[in-house]
């Protein structure tokens, strides 16, 4: 019988203490907790306060010693070069304890910073654990950003390793992943002591010989080391995001709350059993990696899958359908992009049909908002609930879900369904005022957060504050608008900062307009997001050139798409951008970016009565429509 979800839900935002101490009963302590909520230093809340514990324990070891170490634990599927690998539990915790050995003989301790930069490939998931069972706090750089956004990086989380591999595969490109983490390494102010390279056949990389170690050199000799007891508030991981700033932010995870929350999740969002095959196709360098290819599925002693390829093209639009079947995945997560781009190459479902999917149970879909067409296409062809919900880097685990494990309720196209249990998700506008169902304004939650979302950003309490905590007192500013219907379900909108959303990639235009702004040539920009088939959003710069300037507007623009390329990373998508004579502005002098996007995307639009010289909108429309947009 399904549990009631009003009654749950109550229960964690009447009750938080015991519903959370209920959670944690079933996870491995070494010591429990003196108190659920620690919350007497608001806004910094600490879940099992006094509490000690491991999560690399709880994920790995906790399943052995219960008698599951022949289970399944981790396979790993690579489209992209013919390899498939099954480790069981107790494989797979052997290959992390040696590893974690390894990182101990060459000095690394509980809270040193260990930065990984790899593709996916087993040994990304065997780091991760390899830090969380020594207590060092791991930093994990997804693979499509570029030396700078890595140096950038390495200079705030400081780290006295980091562990690549030589080269990622992206179809059918070989990425030089060495040569770009020796770039950052040489941008950087901050130098780690050790990298540590796992050399892969399709690409051998040049080893300085001072620094870096093979991935096989750096086990020679080296014995499985223990599960260190830690804090349940000792940081488990940084894991940057974009900010508003450009400058990215340093969401920082502990160990108890976060493993109590995910085991949690897996049980009442995703409604899995453990030893069940569960599936995120993401990659380990983004918040759903960590959260549902790595902590999650292990936590709740399930099978998860390392996949190392695209949705299309490696080799064709069936290769989901291929996974699902030859593994048995009961339920599989990805974002709405590659549904898209499936869609776009199969539209009519032939490759769904040829393959038996009788094991898999649920999609569910979150990075951007799910869109009805793509969510009407899936359920149509996969005859599975398609579950939309809404999450972010910030919290971990989702905010808004329609929960499989509890009592699911029908599903609104357009909506990420109601509140998790845990969050208490309201609307309110700028006078903080709770607004009415179906108003739209800031989606904030009402303190405290429940376990798993973020303690703080790293090094920077005061930023935390001043980004989440300040603008809505008592509440975290989730930083999307939209609203909360009569049945209690949370429609997203839109974001309310500068952060856009390509390929369920989140990217700041700040960051973007910062590469743009540094051509010599360049004395204004501004970047904006515009509506994409494919990505969802794709991002278009306005350049305003400095007087006097002859270079061919052609080649400023071809520089400016390499800058971002190199500074960025090919991930930002960055391709398109026009030189315009000024840019419309506010008479206070803001850019009136919402406008430009509303023209782009060919929407309605009113003048805002603010603009300084609203002759600059025709000039803008004109440049888009050049470029394929503002029809
Ligand atoms: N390492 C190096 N380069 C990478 C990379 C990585 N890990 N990931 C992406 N890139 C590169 C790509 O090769 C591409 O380069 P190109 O400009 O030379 O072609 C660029 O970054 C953009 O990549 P991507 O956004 O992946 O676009 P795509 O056209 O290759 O594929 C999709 C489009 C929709 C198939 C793809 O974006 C996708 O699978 N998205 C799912 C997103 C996802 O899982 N998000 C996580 C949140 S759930
Ligand atoms: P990230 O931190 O990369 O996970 O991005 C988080 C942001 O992506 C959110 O703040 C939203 O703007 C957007 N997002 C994620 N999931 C959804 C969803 N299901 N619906 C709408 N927007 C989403």
């Keep these: 019988m399904s549990l009631s979800y009003e009654k749950l839900y109550r229960q964690s935002i009447d009750h938080p203490e015991e519903f959370w101490a209920n959670a944690a009963a079933q996870l491995h302590w070494y010591k429990p907790w003196d108190k659920v909520l620690d919350s007497s230093n608001p806004p910094f809340y600490r879940w099992f306060a006094g509490g000690k514990t491991n999560t690399c324990y709880n994920?790995?070891?906790?399943?052995?010693?219960?008698?599951?170490?022949?289970?399944?634990?981790?396979?790993?599927?690579?489209?992209?070069?013919?390899?498939?690998?099954?480790?069981?539990?107790?494989?797979?915790?052997?290959?992390?304890?040696?590893?974690?050995?390894?990182?101990?003989?060459?000095?690394l301790r509980k809270g040193d910073r260990v930065i990984i930069y790899m593709p996916m490939i087993p040994e990304a998931l065997i780091a991760m654990l390899a830090c969380a069972r020594i207590g060092a706090v791991h930093s994990v750089v997804f693979g499509g950003?570029?030396?700078?956004?890595?140096?950038?990086?390495?200079?705030?989380?400081?780290?006295?390793?980091?562990?690549?591999?030589?080269?990622?595969?992206?179809?059918?490109?070989?990425?030089?992943?060495?040569?770009?983490?020796?770039?950052?390494?040489?941008?950087?102010?901050?130098?780690?002591?050790?990298?540590?390279?796992?050399?892969?056949?399709?690409?051998?990389?040049?080893?300085?010989?001072?620094?870096?170690?093979?991935?096989?050199?750096?086990?020679?000799?080296?014995?499985?080391?223990?599960?260190?007891?830690?804090?349940?508030?000792?940081?488990?991981?940084?894991?940057?995001?974009?900010?508003?700033?450009?400058?990215p932010k340093g969401v920082v995870r502990d160990n108890g709350g976060h493993m109590v929350a995910l085991q949690w999740s897996m049980q009442h969002v995703y409604g899995v059993?453990?030893?069940?095959?569960?599936?995120?196709?993401?990659?380990?360098?983004?918040?759903?990696?960590?959260?549902?290819?790595?902590?999650?599925?292990?936590?709740?002693g399930n099978a998860t899958i390392i996949f190392e390829g695209k949705p299309v093209g490696t080799p064709d639009p069936g290769v989901f359908w291929r996974i699902i079947e030859e593994y048995g995945v009961s339920v599989f997560f990805t974002a709405p992009t590659a549904f898209r781009a499936i869609k776009k190459e199969d539209p009519k479902g032939h490759y769904i049909r040829k393959y038996d999917l009788s094991a898999f149970?649920?999609?569910?879909?979150?990075?951007?908002?799910?869109?009805?067409?793509?969510?009407?296409?899936?359920?149509?062809?996969?005859?599975?609930?398609?579950?939309?919900?809404?999450?972010?880097?910030?919290?971990?685990?989702?905010?808004?879900?329609?929960?499989?494990?509890?009592?699911?309720?029908?599903?609104?196209?357009?909506s990420a369904s109601r509140a998790v249990p845990g969050y208490n998700?309201?609307?309110?506008?700028?006078?903080?005022?709770?607004?009415?169902?179906?108003?739209?304004?800031?989606?904030?939650?009402?303190?405290?957060?429940?376990?798993?979302?973020?303690?703080?950003?790293?090094?920077?309490?005061?930023?935390?504050?001043?980004?989440?905590?300040?603008?809505?007192?008592?509440?975290?500013?989730?930083?999307?608008?939209?609203?909360?219907?009569?049945?209690?379900?949370?429609?997203?909108?839109s974001r309310t900062d500068d952060i856009i959303n390509v390929a369920g990639h989140r990217l700041s235009t700040g960051a973007i307009e910062a590469e743009l702004s540094a051509h010599p040539d360049v004395a204004e920009s501004a970047v904006i997001g515009v509506a994409d088939d494919l990505k969802g959003e794709v991002p278009v710069g306005f350049l305003v050139l400095k007087s006097g300037v002859d270079t061919p507007p052609?080649?400023?623009?071809?520089?400016?798409?390499?800058?971002?390329?190199?500074?960025?990373?090919?991930?930002?998508?960055?391709k398109l951008a026009v030189?315009?004579?000024?840019?419309?502005?506010?008479?206070?002098g803001k850019i009136l970016r919402r406008t430009m996007r509303q023209i782009a995307n060919g929407d309605d639009y009113t003048v805002p009565a603010t603009i300084d010289d609203p002759d600059i909108l025709e000039e803008i429309k004109t440049a888009l429509q050049s470029i394929g947009y503002a029809q």
């Design 59 to 107: 994920a790995l070891d906790r399943h052995v010693d219960e008698g599951r170490g022949n289970d399944t634990a981790v396979i790993y599927d690579s489209p992209v070069t013919g390899a498939k690998e099954r480790f069981t539990y107790r494989e797979f915790r052997d290959h992390v304890a040696l590893f974690a050995g390894a990182l101990q003989s060459r000095g």
């Design 145 to 247: 950003f570029a030396s700078h956004e890595l140096a950038v990086r390495i200079d705030d989380c400081k780290p006295k390793i980091i562990i690549s591999a030589s080269c990622g595969i992206e179809r059918d490109k070989v990425i030089d992943y060495k040569k770009l983490l020796d770039t950052g390494i040489e941008l950087a102010h901050f130098k780690p002591e050790i990298c540590i390279i796992r050399q892969r056949p399709q690409h051998k990389a040049e080893l300085n010989e001072e620094r870096d170690l093979t991935w096989k050199q750096a086990l020679l000799g080296s014995e499985p080391a223990p599960c260190v007891p830690l804090e349940s508030s000792d940081p488990l991981y940084i894991l940057y995001t974009s900010g508003t700033t450009g400058r």
């Design 273 to 300: 059993k453990p030893g069940e095959t569960y599936w995120a196709a993401s990659d380990v360098g983004w918040v759903v990696g960590h959260s549902y290819i790595v902590y999650g599925p292990l936590l709740n």
């Design 361 to 414: 149970r649920a999609l569910f879909l979150a990075g951007e908002r799910a869109d009805p067409d793509t969510v009407k296409w899936a359920e149509q062809h996969l005859d599975v609930p398609v579950i939309d919900h809404w999450w972010q880097t910030e919290t971990g685990w989702a905010i808004a879900a329609n929960c499989q494990g509890i009592e699911p309720g029908p599903v609104k196209y357009g």
């Design 425 to 493: 998700v309201k609307v309110v506008n700028h006078d903080n005022e709770e607004l009415d169902n179906g108003q739209m304004g800031d989606i904030v939650i009402r303190h405290p957060l429940p376990p798993g979302t973020m303690m703080t950003l790293w090094k920077a309490d005061n930023h935390f504050i001043e980004s989440y905590m300040s603008a809505y007192p008592g509440y975290y500013q989730t930083s999307d608008a939209g609203y909360i219907d009569e049945d209690g379900y949370i429609f997203i909108m």
């Design 554 to 574: 052609g080649q400023i623009i071809r520089h400016v798409v390499e800058y971002v390329r190199e500074n960025i990373g090919p991930v930002a998508a960055f």
């Design 579 to 588: 030189i315009v004579n000024r840019l419309p502005k506010t008479r206070s």
